[in-house]
């Protein structure tokens, strides 16, 4: 669970700062960037299908879900740096 407080929040900016300051190519940055937005967007997306539709959102589907859109941005992200 994320908590917006005062510690929390500088925790996370610690560690969104910790990921850009490592020595990755900067296509492997975005992808990490956002495998961790994906993985929260799917995670809540389930969790209102389950909490406002009645409908339960299956795991591998959640997993498969998250998969595909981080593989569509490094897919797009190599595309880009390709361009002279």
């Known amino acids: 669970m994320i908590l ?3 510690k929390k929040l500088r925790s996370n900016l610690v560690f969104e700062k910790k990921i850009c300051d490592l020595s990755w190519s900067p296509q492997c940055k975005v992808v990490v960037l956002s495998a961790l937005i994906n993985l929260f967007n799917t995670i809540w997306y389930a969790r209102k299908q389950a909490r406002f539709n009645n409908k339960n959102v299956n795991w591998k ?3 498969s879900m998250i998969i595909s859109s981080t ?3 490094s897919k797009k992200c190599g595309k880009l740096q390709q361009i002279p």
């Open 4 to 6: 917006i407080s005062g």
């Open 61 to 63: 589907s959640v997993i």
């Open 71 to 73: 593989s569509l941005i």
